[in-house]
Structure formats: C-alpha cells, structure tokens
C-alpha cells in the first residue's frame, strides 16, 4: 500500500517495519516508534556531519534542529 510519490526513504522504512512485525510472529511489539527514531536519527546525524566535516552549525542547519539540539543528540548517541 505504498502512494506513487513515496520517496526511498520512507520505502525502505515501510518494508522494514512491515518485515519487523511479521518476524515478530504473534508477540506484541512495543515502542516501535522510538525504535524507528533512534534507528534512524544516529546515522542521518553521523551523515550530515561528515557532509559538513563536523561543523555543528552547518549539521543543524541541514538538519533543521537548533546547534544545542544537535550537540544534545551527539552526546546522547555517543557520536565523535
């Protein structure tokens, strides 16, 4: 049930949640939404700070987030 216009991202995250839960086979999963984030949010980050070869300021810009908000996430995720 994917729309024409879906981008490969979001391809890639319908078919991994959909193999997910069919592995989960009957078990009742649970906080699949901050699995998702954080499955995604470490390596978007890491990306986008090798692209700005580390500069911060240029990461959040990129990203959308405030700088404090970047260091915060760097720090949460043990990023270098």
């Known amino acids: 049930m994917s729309t024409i216009n879906e981008n490969e991202i979001a391809c890639c995250v319908r078919k991994s949640i959909d ?4 592995d ?10 901050e699995m998702v984030i954080r499955s995604v949010e470490k390596p978007l980050i890491e990306v986008v700070l090798q692209h700005t070869q580390g500069n911060q300021t240029q990461a959040a810009e990129l990203l959308g987030i405030n700088r404090n908000t970047l ?7 043990q990023i270098k």
Do not use: T
């Open 71 to 77: 260091r915060h996430k760097i720090k949460r995720y």
């Open 19 to 22: 193999k997910y839960l069919i």
């Open 24 to 33: 989960l086979d009957g078990e009742r999963p649970s906080c699949i939404h």
